[in-house]
């Protein structure tokens, strides 16, 4: 029987174990594994030790947070992607993110045969295989959706394993992607400067360090803003997902809140990335309780399936976007900065960009990162359903 079974001290000890977790994450050596990884292992050793209630017995607040909250989140994250911007990422730059979303699509569905689909994965290997779609072309915001869409989320020991190793792919790639362009460009030199003055650079860089920073100021009435727009938009969505029943309720709230994010009165809002992050890292925290670590301690196989996919993702993902982009001639930095966009997210893009010394390529990163993010959940619901149809 856990030690707290009443709503208000679980959702203290969630509070308290945000606030480590995110102490932590600044620590040199636990920051590669980031505040998401930090909160999920955490809370699992909370719940595993009995004091606060894991999926066996939970309590109406963690269905509270699934239902309201972890959509919530997604919504305000898509209300900061101005599509608008995008123009200024150039054509070399988005033209290889798109081939680097293609090249994770390809590469999903070949990890996936590679583990003979249920076989490795169990009755959740479509729904894996677009969380991963939607994370290695957008980022987390997709990852989440799909996991919300598919219910991985009440699945804690898997949805824990594919953070994991999709943490320490992740940080493995940021290497390579660090040095793949200096390698290349020893043997076959391609870098073609941004025509950026100075002052545009700067300018950049100052736009691309706002867009990932999660430190806002904000008041009550930005407040009172964002909760009701973001329970209208939770509403309207669900409202009309029951006219369309064929449309998934996600990809509808994921299509308003795009759709939102372009008009200029939202773009001035101020104050959704913080509480995004914070109705996010809240959902992890669930997601922690309803990890068993014995049980997930034993299930090696599906690590081994899991790193095995993963691995094959992440290499015909390069395959694709650096042989294709070798072949049309484009910048190595632009390609690396372009498959981190995809594979890492914008924050990825914007750390590779400083220490590639691209300082032209810190904006364009940036928006390509918030275009993966924007069209993640519908590539990840494609190939989701797309695996369904396949006979393993």
């Known amino acids: 029987m856990p030690l707290f079974q009443d709503s208000l001290p679980i959702l203290a000890v969630l509070m308290v174990n945000i606030i480590i977790s995110e102490r932590l994450a600044r620590l040199p050596y636990l920051r590669h594994m980031g505040t998401a990884l930090i909160v999920i292992i955490l809370t699992a050793i909370t719940s595993n030790l009995g004091l606060i209630p894991a999926s066996t017995n939970s309590p109406p607040i963690y269905d509270g947070i699934f239902t309201y909250l972890a959509p919530i989140s997604i919504f305000y994250l898509l209300l900061t992607v101005n599509l608008k911007g995008l123009k200024k990422a150039g054509t070399p730059m988005i033209l290889s993110f798109f081939l680097g979303t293609a090249g994770t699509m390809l590469g999903v569905i070949a990890g996936i045969w590679a583990i003979s689909g249920p076989k490795g994965f169990g009755e959740f290997y479509y729904a894996l295989g677009g969380m991963f779609t939607g994370t290695y072309i957008g980022g987390s915001t997709n990852f989440n959706a799909l996991a919300l869409h598919y219910e991985v989320n009440k699945e804690g020991n898997v949805y824990?394993?594919?953070?994991?190793?999709?943490?320490?792919?992740?940080?493995?790639?940021?290497?390579?992607?660090?040095?793949?362009?200096?390698?290349?460009?020893?043997?076959?030199?391609?870098?073609?400067?941004?025509?950026?003055?100075?002052?545009?650079?700067?300018?950049?860089?100052?736009?691309?360090?706002?867009?990932?920073?999660?430190?806002?100021?904000?008041?009550?009435?930005?407040?009172?803003?964002?909760?009701?727009?973001?329970?209208?938009?939770?509403?309207?969505?669900?409202?009309l997902a029951l006219m369309i029943p064929q449309v998934p309720q996600i990809l509808i709230l994921t299509t308003l809140a795009l759709a939102l994010a372009q008009l200029p009165v939202v773009q001035r809002l101020r104050g959704m990335k913080v509480l995004a992050m914070f109705f996010i890292y809240l959902f992890l925290a669930v997601i922690g309780a309803f990890c068993d670590i014995e049980a997930l301690l034993k299930d090696g196989p599906l690590a081994i399936s899991m790193m095995v996919f993963v691995s094959i993702l992440i290499v015909i993902h390069a395959l694709v976007i650096f042989g294709?982009?070798?072949?049309?001639?484009?910048?190595?930095?632009?390609?690396?900065?372009?498959?981190?966009?995809?594979?890492?997210?914008?924050?990825?893009?914007?750390?590779?960009?400083?220490?590639?010394?691209?300082?032209?390529?810190?904006?364009?990163?940036?928006?390509?990162?918030?275009?993966?993010?924007?069209?993640?959940?519908?590539?990840?619901?494609?190939?989701?359903?797309?695996?369904?149809t396949v006979s393993w």
């Open 324 to 388: 294709i982009g070798a072949i049309l001639k484009q910048d190595w930095d632009v390609l690396s900065i372009a498959s981190q966009a995809n594979i890492g997210g914008s924050a990825s893009a914007l750390a590779l960009s400083k220490s590639l010394n691209r300082p032209d390529l810190y904006l364009p990163g940036i928006l390509v990162g918030a275009l993966g993010n924007a069209i993640g959940t519908y590539c990840g619901l494609f190939v989701a359903e797309f695996l369904k």
């Open 160 to 239: 824990a394993a594919a953070v994991a190793v999709d943490n320490i792919l992740t940080a493995l790639w940021m290497v390579a992607t660090l040095l793949l362009p200096q390698l290349l460009n020893r043997y076959l030199p391609r870098r073609i400067e941004y025509n950026h003055t100075a002052e545009q650079a700067q300018q950049f860089e100052k736009e691309a360090s706002a867009q990932v920073s999660d430190v806002e100021t904000f008041n009550p009435q930005d407040l009172a803003i964002l909760v009701g727009i973001g329970a209208a938009g939770l509403y309207v969505s669900k409202q």
